[in-house]
C-alpha cells in the first residue's frame, strides 16, 4: 500500500489547508475518505513516497480508528473491502525518512538519504 504526502483544504476552505508530511502521511485509501468529507477538490499536491505491505481488510480496521465506523463503511463497505491500496503508476520512490503508522512508531523508521557535505573550518 502506497503513503502520500499532501495538501488538505479542510472542508473545502482555501484559507485552511494542512499539510500532510511523511512524518504525518496518508494512506493511498485513505485519500477517499478525506474526500468524503472535505470534497472532492479539497486534497491536492499528492506524491506517492513509499510503500508498505497492508492488505485491506487492516487498512479498514486502522482507518476505522481513525475516522469512526460509519464513515469508514460508507466508503468501504463489506468484509472483504474493494479497496485501491496503491497510486496507479508509481514504482519507485526515493528513501527518505518518515512515521509508520501502520506500526505505530514514535520514531522516524530509517531510510537513507544522499549525505548532505558540511564544510570542516
Known amino acids: 500500500m502506497h ?7 479542510l472542508n473545502g476552505e ?8 511523511e512524518f504525518h502521511p496518508v494512506s493511498w485509501p485513505e485519500l477517499e475518505i ?11 499536491d499528492v506524491k506517492p513516497f513509499v510503500a ?3 492488505t485491506s481488510k487492516s487498512e479498514k480496521e ?6 469512526g465506523n460509519d464513515v469508514v463503511e ?7 473491502p ?11 520512490f526515493e528513501k527518505v525518512e518518515w512515521n509508520n503508522p501502520i506500526e505505530i512508531e514514535a520514531e522516524p523508521a530509517p531510510k537513507q538519504r544522499p549525505k548532505e557535505t558540511t564544510p570542516v573550518i
Open 3 to 9: 503513503f502520500v504526502t499532501c495538501n488538505i483544504a
Open 14 to 21: 482555501q484559507k485552511m489547508i494542512v499539510n500532510r508530511s
Open 34 to 44: 478525506i474526500r468524503f468529507i472535505h470534497g472532492e477538490d479539497a486534497v491536492r
Open 52 to 54: 508498505v505491505p497492508q
Open 62 to 67: 486502522r482507518l476505522r480508528l481513525i475516522y
Open 74 to 80: 460508507n466508503i468501504f463497505p463489506g468484509k472483504s
Open 82 to 92: 474493494s479497496m485501491e491500496l496503491d497510486a496507479p503508476g508509481v514504482k519507485a
